[in-house]
């Protein structure tokens, strides 16, 4: 573990109280706290908005609940919600606000923290992208050659990529619905995002360039690997017209808080579309960087999306901690990873449209609340954001569950199910078979999750089972419930785990908007790409052994 202090200096009182509540409560089983108490379910779960929350098979009493809350309020948790929301510098590192949440702010949203020139200021640039994506949904935007676009393209990474990508798989069933009588005008999207080439190459050979438009999607218009695909895509198009400004104007549209840098690449500024520093990359879904998921949905399902994400800031800047959706959610964490020690944690969809939520998570969590110095600048003494992975549960299933069930690790899950599924009329012809498999996957979600928890003891013979058949369970999870996955659902969800990871961040004392540990790597690769251009005369003396070696090996194979 690489932590500076071995003594959290964290030593309050209610740190003290938890650290006493988890000795008892790590030898206590899941299957006894269900026992002694049949109403767990209902004195453990949650709804806000269109979400339901089951912590019920959460490794906790009901008055730790009460320890976690005071552990919020010592850290002054209600303060920086009010901090969040007035727009303050929360991001200290770069000295700005994070201001997400205002990008969701309705048109005539009003109150302290809905000031009309904010409210102007997010709905101006919305109002723009809505005039591109009806000119893309109708047929009505031309290539080079008077062509219909038909493919729209994303090119982005991070932030500017995974969650409009993983919201497109999400809402295919709200996009189908939505595009019904557009008379099959509204085009495919596709997403590129890594800098090696493979998505890109591979779409390209199906594309036609004169049909193709390609949305540069980069908050600060220098990543390297968003360049690098434009610079390939460019070429693809000047190969098959050479007129290049032409080409720019027709089939780019760029997304920037740096319209210096779109203007000087040659974006015509009538499809720049701009948002601003206060929105970090990977919250920028709600912004103009989710023009790609507005192109597939639409721009009224776009703003059901952004509604259902307000609903969850409002319920999280207003309610009290202990009914605070988001909240729980995040002491929950904090208490698995700082009382109980457990350090993984699985995100487990039971619905393959929520395929990419996983590594949306992963960036969103992990990027935000991978860090170990405090807001002060000293080295914090505790565990800050475990590890996390996922997959569609029923593949994972066949997987990763093994070492779930029965391997030495702890591991915390969040399951998350939908109630209802193929009601749409495109399902019609095969609803009845394909309901069926949905509730298939309830069941299996539901059964996972109850085994995780209470382990071989909801059998009658556990006790018989040779070593090799039992299941310690005691592995704690949530389930996540929305009725049905809709973009004002989907909306909610992300909204609350947004706000769960600054919750995670107050209690950890540490910045969660800035993301310094992944500019290095970057500066490092810099270096490393110049000498491999200069190829086999190049000097590698300042590199280690390791990475000498290795480039010596490729370049004599290269030859
Ligand atoms: O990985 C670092 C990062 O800065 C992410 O935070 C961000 O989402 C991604 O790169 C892409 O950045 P940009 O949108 O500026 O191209």
Known sequence: MRIRESLPSTSSLSWKKLQQDAEVLENTHLFQLFTEDPERFKALSLQAGPVLMDFSKQLIKIDTLDSLVALAEEKQLPRWIE?????????????????????????NADGPHAPPELVQQVHQPLAKMRGLVELLRTGRWRGYSGQVITDVVNIGVGGSDLGPMMACRALEDAAACANADLAGSVPNVHFVSSMEGSQISRLLQRLRPEKTLFVIAS??????DTLANVDTALAWLKNHHADEALVKRCHFIGVSTRADLMQAWGIVPEHQLEFWDWVGGRFSLWSTIGISLAVKIGFDAFEQFLAGAHCMDEHFRTAPLAQNLPVVNALIGVWNTNFLNINAHAILPYDGRLKHLPAYLEQLEMESNGKSVRRDGSWVSHRTCPIIWGEVGPNAQHAFYQLLHQGTERVT?????????????????????????????????????????LGEQILPDAAQLPAHKRYQGNQPNTTFVLEELTPYSLGALLALYEHKVFVQSVIWEINPFDQWGVELGKKLAHSTHELIEQGAGADLSSLDASTAGLLTFMQGVQQ
């Not at 901090?83 to 048109?107: K, M, T, Y």
């Open 413 to 453: 899950s969040d399951f998350v199910l939908v109630a209802n599924r193929y009601r749409e009329a495109h399902y019609a012809s095969v609803a009845d078979a394909l309901q069926q498999q949905h509730r298939l996957g309830i069941a299996n979600g539901l059964a996972q999750s109850q085994l995780l928890a």
């Open 219 to 224: 908050k600060s218009f220098t990543t390297l």
């Open 83 to 107: 901090r969040l929301f007035a727009g303050e510098e929360v991001n200290d590192s770069e000295r700005r606000a994070a201001q997400h949440w205002a990008l969701r702010l309705p048109v």
